[in-house]
């Protein structure tokens, strides 16, 4: 029996993705601060909004309702109004407000925009208590909060492609690359198409 006829042998086919992935750079901790402080203050803005519009339709009891609302219903409106506010700023454009602004992206590990159900995940996340503590005590080189690890999310810094990568977790499995280090140019040559 020769090595062509042998079934079990493994197929010499060259795999070829023909995505090319680039490097990025993860944002900071200070732009992650800016992008929560303008999201937070767009939610809030965004539920006045809703409330002067629901009393201007509805009359001066939503008004009361407001004056008089518990501690437990105002947690509940206002992780719905987060939950809601990044799950469809983030789901279906990869970024917030807050991101917008401070040119930063919400990426999947293999740097394509979140799929609306890894969106609604990461919202879910957020409502974890200290999840924002979270960032400020994750690894300096990583800047990976709860949210973002447990619904396998990046925020990089849009515009910021350099060279072509693997993935965005084996990117930062040991660290950002370090810039001075060029790629393999045979590695790069080969995952491009044509």
């Not at 995940?121 to 800047?143: G, K, T, Y």
Request: aromatic letters at 14%.
């Amino acid at each position: 029996m020769s090595d062509a006829d042998n079934p079990y042998q493994a197929s010499e086919a060259v795999l070829v993705d023909s995505k090319v992935l680039w490097d990025v750079e993860a944002a900071g901790k200070w732009r992650r601060f800016f992008n929560w402080l303008i999201d937070r203050l767009m939610i809030y803005g965004l539920a006045f909004v809703g409330f002067f519009v629901a009393a201007y339709v509805f009359g001066d009891g939503v008004l009361a309702w407001i004056e008089n609302i518990d501690t437990l219903t105002d947690f509940a409106l206002t992780y719905a109004a987060t939950f809601l506010y990044y799950t469809f700023f983030e789901g279906l454009f990869g970024f917030s407000i807050g991101k917008l602004i401070t040119n930063t992206r919400v990426v999947d590990e293999r740097g394509d925009r979140l799929s609306f159900d890894r969106a609604a995940l990461r919202s879910l996340c957020r409502l974890i208590p200290f999840d924002a503590v979270s960032l400020l005590l994750s690894d300096d080189r990583v800047r990976r909060a709860w949210h973002d690890s447990l619904a396998k999310s990046y925020v990089v810094v849009r515009g910021t492609a350099a060279k072509p990568r693997v993935s965005l977790s084996a990117q930062f499995a040991d660290g950002p690359l370090d810039p001075a280090k060029k790629p393999e140019p045979a590695a790069a040559e080969a995952s491009l198409p044509g």
